[in-house]
């Protein structure tokens, strides 16, 4: 038996649009899986930050403040994080994985940055959650990291200290004094 002509021609054409059917489907997936590991490594960094915070309100209850920062730069959490792994007075107040931390750096976000820190009685933050204007004193510490595109938006307006954006928006920092 014989095909008539143009059968050939048609099953060509049929698999064709099968395969481009399947790389837009494909593509969709993989656009989907990367703002899906973007949201895990987000969630990931807020966890840490409040596995911190738990830290640091035990670091405070027995030292009656928070570990200083690391002079200004704000470019790391080195000594807070020694402070909390300190075994002094209550210590250790934390337990961080050994791939997320260097003494030379501090604590790494899921995108491989230093989190940022900052506490000190001499540059008190009057904008952000927990900072009095009226008493010039820090009420609680700020941690950050600069998410996925690594640009610290916490420090465009004012790089003395770390404070919400004029305009309220984090870009895609993720911080500890909330959204």
Same mark, same amino acid.
């Given at each position: ?57 035990? $670091?405070?209850?027995? #030292?009656? /403040?928070?570990? @200083? ?6 470019? +790391?959490?080195?000594?807070?994080? =020694? ?31 230093? $989190?940022?820190?900052? #506490?000190? /009685?001499?540059? @008190? ?6 900072? +009095?204007?009226?008493?010039?004193? =820090? ?41």
């Amino acid at each position: 038996m014989t095909r008539p002509r143009g059968t050939a021609a048609f099953t060509l054409m049929e698999l064709l649009v099968v395969i481009a059917i399947m790389t837009i489907l494909v593509s969709l997936l993989i656009v989907t899986l990367g703002k899906a590991q973007v949201r895990a490594q987000r969630t990931v960094a807020m966890s840490m930050i409040a596995h911190v915070r738990q830290a640091m309100e035990l $670091y405070a209850d027995d #030292w009656g /403040t928070y570990p @200083p920062d690391d002079g200004g730069t704000f470019d +790391s959490s080195v000594n807070m994080v =020694n402070a909390l792994l300190s075994s002094k007075k209550g210590g250790p107040y934390a337990d961080f994985p050994s791939d997320q931390y260097d003494g030379a750096s501090g604590l790494f976000d899921p995108w491989g940055i230093a $989190y940022r820190y900052h #506490w000190s /009685t001499t540059s @008190p933050q009057v904008t952000a959650v927990g900072q +009095s204007i009226a008493s010039g004193r =820090n009420l609680t510490f700020n941690m950050w990291s600069c998410g996925p595109d690594g640009v610290d938006e916490a420090l465009v307006g004012n790089p003395n200290y770390p404070e919400p954006p004029a305009d309220g928006k984090q870009g895609d920092d993720v911080v500890s004094w909330g959204k």
